[in-house]
């Protein structure tokens, strides 16, 4: 099938998946639906009506890895597991796919930088989730989806980068930290799911949900790039973070639509940083 180069490596309009969904080979859809205050919400909302063909896949489950105590809450997956779990879902180098939920996209963020990390490069979010598909006139099924297995996805280099603790703490106020948390998070007024309130020493902070439009759309390519510009950043030094993972990978998700691509995930985030007490931490 064709891989359109603007759109299959970030983010696809519901018209244009529609016209790939007539296609002889139809791309695999990934229903990453998940609630963080309520794990089973998202399989519930799938089993109620989910584009039709998706497989869902959990967070917990198949988008991360065990928990140890101080690895963060959503640690990532072994390579290994996920080239299994890929290849179970019908993924195979050269086969589109697209991730979608219903929550402003960031469990599909985390599913597409997981498959890009895995060194898949034609994985897409559905720009706008759910609502944009049934506002294209998109219908929902309820029927589960058979997947097409493959052999696991063979080994490639990883897509994406990555920086882990010891790294960020060796680097601290020389290379630009970017948070994706919401800003009374970020500042350490609340804090609802970790144990310490704050965040990382130096980081900027850029909440996930500002890179989206009312309708639940990421914002045009060139305000975004003109939004992470204003950072004054260079993409390829940018460490991108917030509470476990997950949300951060929204950020990055809108910078490679805003076509600056090459920045990399702490994927322990704030959930495995405030872990150390030996470590840092900056408040306000």
Not at 41 to 48: D, I, L, P, Q, V
Not at 97 to 105: K, L, P
Not at 107 to 123: F, P, S, T
């Amino acid at each position: 099938m064709s891989e359109p180069s603007d759109a299959h490596r970030s983010v696809v309009s519901a018209t244009q998946l529609m016209q790939w969904l007539q296609q002889a080979t139809p791309p695999v859809l990934l229903d990453c639906g998940f609630d963080l205050a309520d794990p089973t919400a998202g399989e519930r909302a799938y089993a109620a009506g989910h584009l039709p063909g998706a497989l869902y896949v959990h967070l917990d489950r198949d988008l991360s890895g065990a928990k140890t105590g101080s690895n963060g809450r959503h640690p990532l997956p072994p390579r290994q597991a996920l080239a299994e779990r890929a290849g179970a879902w019908g993924i195979a180098p050269g086969v589109q796919v697209v991730c979608y939920d219903a929550h402003g996209m960031p469990y599909a963020a985390r599913a597409w930088w997981l498959l890009r990390w895995l060194g898949h490069d034609a994985v897409a979010v559905l720009d706008g989730g759910v609502a944009a598909w049934t506002a294209a006139g998109g219908t929902l099924s309820t029927e589960p989806a058979v997947p097409r297995p493959q052999p696991p996805y063979p080994p490639r280099p990883p897509g994406m980068p990555t920086v882990d603790a010891a790294t960020l703490l060796a680097n601290l106020g020389r290379r630009p930290v970017l948070d994706a948390r919401a800003a009374e998070r970020f500042r350490g007024d609340v804090e609802p799911l970790d144990r310490v309130a704050g965040h990382i020493p130096g980081a900027l902070n850029r909440f996930f949900k500002d890179n989206l439009q009312p309708d639940g759309r990421l914002q045009p390519a060139a305000r975004l790039r003109e939004a992470f510009a204003a950072l004054h950043a260079d993409p390829a030094q940018l460490v991108h973070q917030c509470g476990s993972g997950v949300t951060a990978c929204h950020n990055l998700l809108a910078m490679e639509h805003a076509g600056l691509a090459g920045s990399a995930l702490y994927p322990g985030s704030w959930s495995e940083w405030c872990a150390d007490p030996a470590r840092p931490v900056a408040r306000g």
